[in-house]
């Protein structure tokens, strides 16, 4: 029987991991203190270039963090995609706020030409904020997720959001090393443009903790209030005295240990990345039936996932025939997320132009791509592809 080739696991080296943890259990700083944690944070910041980094108890955390610190609110609503997951907008309601959904281009990103449309169409400005036409709530912000490891064209959306004063939180959670490499935005990684980025390391991301978050900020004194808030917002931590509500979202010290071992190996795991999707998407363009999706070409993306389009018509099978098929031949895949505006708790929330966006979850899957996925395991996916195809 043919082992299982999963869709992205983890990419462990286990000694200096285990060397950092048993310093960890040895010193007794396995919680929310300890020098792996400044050392993570540093190593992160310097990677992206910025300044400062706060390590988080995940990806939802810091965006819960990010919505509070600039005082989103029930009288708000924010800009989110339609097309991500579903952990990307559940924080918009942890604050009391309410979602407007937008669609996707063929980035799968959220759309820039639809958000534009958005903002002229159905909104107004008045005193220099944005309101909804339709609700006449403010519109503060907007969360874009850069989906799969794809930048988002973020020009475009960086200028709309200066000229309807939108803050811009970038869910960066799947795009750890992903940069522009030309126009306004070139050597800027993805997570370091907008006004707050937030990467996660979640035992499926580019690199793990097994769980936890970054934040980054342009602002200073931002960051410095996510930290506090991230740790109970402490203002005397000798004599615990809280000035304000704050949350239990630091990250632990025995997760940046690992974190401080994979941020090291980051860029060897994007070269096999690189690597593999190239092998892919070479075999894939001689299957009628079955495309590669594209990066954007003015990135130099981390490649984290790697989607296929499929065709029913000349391939022979949809979507999900596909996906089942390849689950019996021992390969694991997954479909796009289901569409956010359809969840139930949603479904009354505002759509605007979702049509890319449904098509592309009818049609989207994404095939192994782990950092540690070997040749012979590409090579497999390939002749189960090219085997599956009706003739």
């Known amino acids: 029987m043919r082992k299982t080739i999963n869709l992205s696991v983890p990419n462990?080296?286990?000694?200096?991991?285990?060397?950092?943890?048993?310093?960890?259990?040895?010193?007794?700083?396995?919680?929310?203190?300890?020098?792996?944690?400044?050392?993570?944070?540093?190593?992160?910041?310097h990677y992206t270039k910025s300044e400062k980094a706060v390590g988080v108890q995940s990806g939802t955390a810091g965006l819960h963090l990010a919505l509070d610190v600039?005082?989103?609110?029930?009288?708000?609503?924010?800009?989110?995609?339609?097309l991500t997951f579903i952990a990307a907008v559940n924080p918009v309601t942890y604050v009391g706020a309410t979602p407007i959904f937008i669609g996707c281009d063929d980035s799968l990103c959220i759309d820039p030409a639809l958000l534009e449309k958005f903002l002229e169409e159905?909104?107004?400005?008045?005193?220099?904020v944005t309101y909804n036409k339709k609700t006449l709530k403010r519109i503060p912000?907007?969360?874009?997720?850069?989906?799969?490891?794809?930048?988002?064209?973020?020009?475009?959306?960086?200028?709309?959001?200066?000229?309807?004063?939108?803050?811009?939180?970038?869910?960066?959670?799947?795009?750890?090393?992903?940069?522009?490499?030309?126009?306004?935005?070139?050597g800027k990684y993805a997570g370091t443009i907008g006004d707050i980025g937030i990467y996660s390391f979640n035992a499926n991301k580019i690199i793990t903790t097994?769980?936890?978050?970054?934040?980054?900020?342009?602002?200073?004194?931002?960051?410095?209030?996510?930290?506090?808030l991230s740790t109970q917002a402490k203002k005397d931590e000798l004599y615990f005295i809280h000035d304000e509500i704050g949350y239990n979202y630091r990250m632990l010290n025995l997760q940046a240990a690992i974190g401080t071992t994979q941020i090291d190996r980051l860029e060897s795991f994007i070269a096999t990345k690189i690597k593999n999707y190239n092998r892919y998407r070479e075999a894939i363009s001689k299957i009628d039936g079955l495309t590669m999706l594209d990066f954007?070409?003015?990135?130099?993306?981390?490649?984290?996932?790697?989607?296929?389009?499929?065709?029913?018509?000349?391939?022979?099978?949809?979507?999900?025939e596909l996906l089942k098929a390849l689950v019996d031949e021992g390969i694991q895949t997954r479909p796009i997320w289901g569409l956010i505006h359809?969840?139930?708790?949603?479904?009354?929330?505002?759509?605007?132009?979702?049509?890319?966006?449904?098509?592309?979850?009818?049609?989207?899957l994404n095939i192994p791509c782990s950092s540690n996925l070997g040749d012979d395991?590409?090579?497999?996916?390939?002749?189960?592809?090219k085997g599956l195809k009706k003739k």
């Open 377 to 385: 395991d590409v090579q497999t996916v390939i002749e189960v592809l």
């Open 342 to 364: 359809e969840q139930k708790p949603y479904l009354k929330n505002q759509i605007y132009g979702s049509e890319k966006a449904i098509w592309y979850h009818d049609r989207v």
């Open 70 to 82: 600039l005082g989103v609110n029930s009288e708000d609503e924010i800009l989110v995609p339609t």
């Open 141 to 186: 912000a907007l969360i874009l997720v850069h989906v799969f490891g794809n930048m988002a064209d973020m020009e475009k959306i960086m200028e709309l959001a200066s000229r309807f004063n939108l803050k811009v939180i970038e869910d960066s959670t799947e795009a750890l090393g992903t940069y522009y490499v030309s126009g306004k935005y070139a």
């Open 296 to 320: 954007n070409t003015e990135t130099r993306p981390n490649y984290w996932f790697y989607s296929i389009v499929v065709d029913e018509a000349l391939y022979g099978m949809n979507k999900d």
């Open 122 to 128: 159905e909104c107004f400005v008045k005193n220099g």
């Open 210 to 228: 097994g769980g936890g978050g970054m934040v980054l900020a342009k602002d200073e004194k931002v960051l410095d209030k996510i930290r506090s």
């Open 12 to 45: 462990l080296d286990v000694e200096p991991i285990l060397s950092n943890l048993r310093e960890c259990i040895e010193s007794g700083w396995i919680s929310t203190g300890g020098k792996f944690i400044t050392e993570f944070e540093n190593k992160v910041a």
